[in-house]
């Protein structure tokens, strides 16, 4: 898991250069050998985003931030849309929205969208009903747009005969859609979802995980027993490996694998292996919830480490080895996002930090370039496959200058290495 330090930190200004290692800062300004922060939700005419935003996720190597807009915002082309999902390119300075239709700028309920490793297609959740034809359950859907064909795809289908009381609807009933998450190529998509809805059975279960691979067509419950009993309590929120093989989800439920023994407030962490069909338990969750992190290759599962009544750091768990190793003293959190080989862990507990797991090192990245930090909240981190940006929501003002908005924005830093 240990690495070698990527960079030198010289005092390099070359933001096609920063800090002497050849990392481009797509655009940004190189300060002190690391990308200073920017403010990523401008549009090409300049003017500001007047609608919250937040859920950034960064494509492998940062270039490309997908994220959520609520409210009224800017449009791209200089009309005013609503509710969104969007991609800002940092390159080329343009933003582009990618849950649109034809004619029509709104997007109801627009959550939880993933990024393919080179930003080319994007999975996101959404209750509007009009983004593919024949979508008339009424609820909400996971979708994947793929960037060079314009096309959206609705991934939350049952495949099959379809049920009564459906009606000619190909959708599973989606209900409190948790989470969403996409492989590195983009064809395999996994979502957390309220339908249980499999075989003949029509009734809403608990919250359960399903995958969707796009090159067959096909869906498949996650959240099952080995021999393929469904999830007896809610399933939330889930990873993909990179090659879209192996699924870490957590889960209230117990009766998933043969041992008893279950955590005082009744959550785990479990690993599907897609290809065998093997459910494992890789940790136990004392409190209400968190998300796993699966390394590239899915080896090793981050984890949140929590005690009996608040979380107090992560734990990595070595599915290889058995072995787990904790950083409980480091820091608090319940969400992380990591880098494909775990060293970087970015979180948020009130502000944007990065831990470096080679030096041991705890970053405050929620500030401004002279140091100032954050006077607003921050949530919703992501951090790069590579490691070197992190990307965050915040509605602090004084972050970068021109921020009077007074909304959140979506921040995007370069880490140190």
């Known amino acids: ?86 991609v800002h390119d940092r390159m080329t300075d343009i933003t582009e929205r990618i849950s649109v239709r034809s004619g029509v700028l709104t997007l109801e309920g627009p ?47 049952r495949l099959g005969p379809m049920l009564p ?23 395999v998509a996994v979502f957390a979802t309220g339908s249980s809805e499999l075989g003949d059975t029509a009734e809403l279960g608990p919250q359960s995980i399903y995958v969707y691979d796009r090159r067959s067509s096909s869906i498949e419950l996650v959240s099952s027993t080995t021999s393929g ?38 959550g785990s962490f479990f690993v599907r292996e897609l290809e065998t069909g093997v459910t494992s338990r890789v940790g136990v969750l004392n409190s209400d919830g968190g998300r796993p992190v699966l390394s590239s290759d899915g ?9 009996l009544l608040a979380y107090s750091g992560m734990m990595i768990h070595d599915r290889v080895l058995g072995t787990t190793e904790r950083y409980s003293d480091k820091f608090d959190g319940s969400f ?33 370039s002279t140091g100032q930090l954050g006077n607003g909240y921050t949530r919703e981190v992501d951090i790069s496959a590579d490691g070197r940006f992190v990307a965050f929501s915040s509605s602090a003002s004084n972050l ?7 909304v959140s924005d979506i921040f995007v830093v370069g880490v140190p290495q």
């Not at 009381?165 to 209900?175: H, K, Q, T, V």
């Not at 080896?299 to 005690?307: E, H, I, K, M, Y």
């Open 111 to 157: 959550a939880h969208p993933a990024i393919s490793a080179d930003g080319t297609v994007i999975a996101f959740a959404s209750w509007d009903s009009t983004l593919v034809e024949n979508d008339t359950n009424g609820i909400g859907d996971v979708f994947v747009y793929d960037r060079n064909t314009h096309e959206t795809e609705l991934v939350s289908v």
């Open 1 to 86: 898991m240990e690495s070698e330090p990527r960079c030198d930190l010289a005092t390099e200004a070359d933001p096609e250069n920063c800090g002497g290692c050849g990392l481009s800062c797509f655009g940004g300004e190189c300060i002190a050998g690391l990308c200073a922060i920017e403010r990523i939700v401008i549009t090409t005419k300049g003017e500001q985003w007047t609608g919250g935003t937040d859920s950034p996720r960064l494509s492998a190597d940062g270039r490309f931030v997908v994220f959520v807009s609520y409210g009224v915002g800017p449009d791209p082309n200089g009309k005013h849309g609503l509710n969104g999902v969007f």
């Open 400 to 406: 970068v200058e021109g921020d009077t908005n007074g």
């Open 299 to 307: 080896r090793f599962v981050l984890l949140p480490d929590s005690g």
């Open 229 to 266: 009993a469904p999830a007896n309590e809610g399933s939330h929120y889930c990873s993909i490996s990179a090659d879209g093989r192996i699924i870490a989800f957590q889960s209230f439920a117990t009766n998933l694998i043969d041992e008893v023994e279950e955590p005082l407030y009744g």
């Open 336 to 368: 992380f996002r990591a880098s494909d080989d775990l060293r970087f862990v970015a979180l948020d507990y009130s502000d944007a930090r990065v831990f470096d797991r080679q030096t041991q090192t705890l970053t405050q990245l929620s500030k401004s």
């Open 165 to 187: 009381r459906l009606g000619s609807d190909p959708a599973i009933r989606f209900e409190d859609i948790t989470d969403v998450d996409i492989s590195a190529d983009g064809q």
